[in-house]
């Protein structure tokens, strides 16, 4: 799972939950996965984003140092930010760890790489 | 003061020929081309369409999949006098755009194609000779020409009533190609990773067309299996991401679909199937999910939807169970990848997701999906719809017996609100399409049975068939090779 699609995901199915998001990263294992620089790509990304769920990534990553807590205005124009958001967002991948509900604690599980977000039937 | 246009022959596959003009639309407005049509029977494999220049001819061409080439054209008759007549006439009126066609030094070939009508090789050049007034001087080169001609007859439609004459002579010069070598790029037969439901190449092609997919465009399908759809959408350029039920799936832990295959590879996934296509890069990711559920951040947005849903007939359409219709012992404490499902009815999955595409999808962004219908009681009313949604673009394509299902584009035409009064109002707008709603019924001609239900019956008309052949002195053909042949005749 890339961070990209962490910044997607809630937990909203669950019974009784009002967010769900932002979920709570655990990474056990993770692989850095080269890929081609697409600025076009990354910008017309960002408005689709949260800012807090990309920060809190950089948390777990300890990539804070690349990315700032707020975020920060033409950021297209931040060539350098851009291809740091880049890697945080499209390079690294889970390959094993977790997403947790912030409000009912519920764990997905994330296993070679692939999130698993089904719930059971009395949960929903 | 009018604009001078120039002609040119589509040449179209006589294949899938109800998609095809949903195609053309989409593509002329993806490029956002001018065009106009002078071909009114469209089932015809040759159109003469006029664009403004070789540029936007050439645009068309580099994403139709329907197309198999496009020609300048230079005569068009229903008799051979007219043709000649009109062939002679362009040559002498456009002199300075043709002469360098025809120079000493440019070597050429003319290929002679006639549709419904064979002719001998001998014939052929006949036919090619009956134009040798064209100022030609450069050699023939079958190979690899400077220029191509194509010199084509059309001979109707119907095989079984070919007309005395043709009904269409025409001449033009080879522009470019369509994109159908892609078809053979993209086929299932050398795929790493494929299931029973993973759609062929080319109508996964035509649905990336339909759904106008960019470059840089971000994709997504909520039915994703083996990624067949997405594989397409990223050949042109989509970033991708999915979602399935069917986690055995996502981790091809299921059953090989391939008969010479017994284990799944280790590295096969959506992924390696877009590594094998050199889209790598384009693979965001794909999610374990029932799309009967929201998942998804409100923020996240598509530029398309591109899905070909469950059924229900080679694959269960299911959703997560509710808690007031779970059957017993279907879950153990250590069982958190199975929870037990029940029958998503086809009615709800399409409401959910024309709700789902109105709400992520941007502006005129488009939901590219099937809809299976009985051919009897099939009629436009019946579609799906919704208050935020256009219906764009609506082909069959016919299955086995009575059955087809339609290709459904649909364009968002309204931004969606999240006020509570209006998704009320939205949700009674959806009609309840009686023969849609329980396809899989119908289907079997018979009530819902559970799967459990039906692989009983089956296995039980399988032993009684068994029985009977054995009384009749028949030595049963095994499953293995029947199996066998099922296979081939799905990738042939
Ligand atoms: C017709 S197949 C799509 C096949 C796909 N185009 C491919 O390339 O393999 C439908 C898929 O929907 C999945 N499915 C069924 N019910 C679902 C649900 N409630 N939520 C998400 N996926 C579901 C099935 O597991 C199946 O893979």
Redesign the interface.
């Known amino acids: 799972?890339?961070l990209?699609?962490y910044?997607?995901?809630?937990s909203?199915?669950i019974k009784g939950v009002k967010v769900g998001?932002p979920l709570k990263l655990t990474i056990n294992k993770k692989e850095v996965v080269e890929?081609?620089f697409?600025a076009?790509?990354v910008e017309?990304?960002l408005?689709?984003?949260?800012w807090s769920a990309i920060y809190s990534a950089a948390q777990v990553v300890e990539l804070t140092d690349d990315i700032p807590a707020v975020q920060p205005e033409n950021i297209a124009e931040n060539e350098q930010l851009m291809q740091k958001l880049h890697h945080l967002l499209f390079e690294i991948d889970v390959l094993d760890g977790q997403l947790e509900c912030p409000e009912t604690g519920r764990v997905f599980?994330i296993?070679?790489?692939?999130?698993?977000?089904?719930?059971?039937?009395?949960e929903? | 003061m009018t604009k001078i246009w120039k002609k040119y022959i589509l040449y179209f596959a006589q294949e899938h020929v109800d998609h095809r003009v949903a195609e053309f639309e989409s593509l002329v407005k993806l490029f956002s081309l001018q065009f106009r049509c002078l071909t009114d029977h469209i089932l015809k494999p040759f159109w003469i369409v006029e664009f403004p220049n070789d540029e936007a001819a050439l645009k068309y061409s580099s994403r139709s999949v329907c197309l198999r080439a496009i020609f300048e054209l230079w005569s068009h008759g229903h008799t051979a006098p007219e043709f000649h007549k009109r062939l002679g006439a362009y040559v002498d009126t456009h002199k300075s755009e043709v002469a360098g066609y025809f120079k000493p030094d440019i070597s050429f070939k003319i290929t002679v194609e006639s549709y419904n009508k064979h002719f001998s090789q001998r014939e052929k050049i006949d036919k090619i000779e009956t134009m040798d007034y064209l100022p030609i001087e450069g050699p023939v080169n079958l190979k690899s020409p400077l220029v191509e001609w194509w010199y084509i007859e059309f001979w109707g439609l119907d095989p079984t009533a070919v007309p005395p004459v043709p009904d269409d002579i025409m001449f033009g010069r080879l522009l470019a190609q369509g994109q159908r070598h892609l078809i053979k790029e993209l086929s299932l037969k050398q795929r790493k990773f494929i299931g029973n439901t993973s759609m062929d190449a080319q109508l996964s092609l035509l649905m990336a067309n339909q759904a106008m997919v960019r470059d840089g465009d971000l994709v997504f399908d909520p039915f994703v299996g083996t990624g067949s759809l997405l594989v397409s959408a990223a050949k042109f350029g989509a970033y991708v991401l999915g979602a399935d039920i069917d986690f055995m799936m996502l981790h091809a832990r299921c059953r090989p679909s391939r008969i010479t295959q017994k284990v799944r590879d280790k590295d096969e996934s959506v992924r390696s199937n877009l590594k094998q296509y050199g889209c790598a890069d384009r693979y965001m990711d794909v999610v374990v999910a029932d799309f009967s559920n929201p998942l998804w951040h409100r923020r996240l947005c598509f530029d398309s939807i591109i899905t070909d849903p469950p059924y229900g007939i080679r694959e269960a359409t299911e959703k997560v169970e509710t808690k007031g219709t779970a059957k017993e012992n279907t879950r153990t404490p250590d069982m958190a990848h199975y929870p037990s499902t029940s029958h998503y009815s086809l009615q709800h999955l399409y409401t959910d997701l024309l709700e789902f595409a109105s709400k992520h999808l941007k502006m005129e962004g488009r939901l590219v999906c099937w809809l299976p219908f009985h051919r009897d009681d099939y009629s436009e009313e019946l579609l799906p719809h919704h208050t935020h949604l256009q219906l764009v673009a609506n082909s069959e394509q016919t299955l086995t017996g009575n059955t087809a299902r339609r290709l459904l584009t649909y364009e968002k035409t309204k931004e969606y609100n999240n006020d509570e009064t209006e998704l009320s109002a939205r949700l009674t707008k959806i009609p309840t399409p009686p023969s849609c709603n329980e396809f899989r019924q119908r289907y079997f001609n018979n009530a819902i049975e559970s799967r459990q239900e039906r692989r009983m019956r089956k296995a039980e008309q399988r032993e009684i068939g068994r029985l009977e052949a054995i009384k009749r002195g028949k030595v049963p053909a095994d499953a293995r090779s029947k199996k066998c042949d099922l296979n081939k005749a799905r990738f042939d």
């Open positions: 799972m890339k990209s699609t910044n997607f995901l809630t909203m199915a998001y890929t081609e697409n076009t790509f017309r990304l408005p689709k984003l949260d599980p296993t070679d790489g692939i999130p698993n977000m089904l719930l059971n039937e009395d929903v």
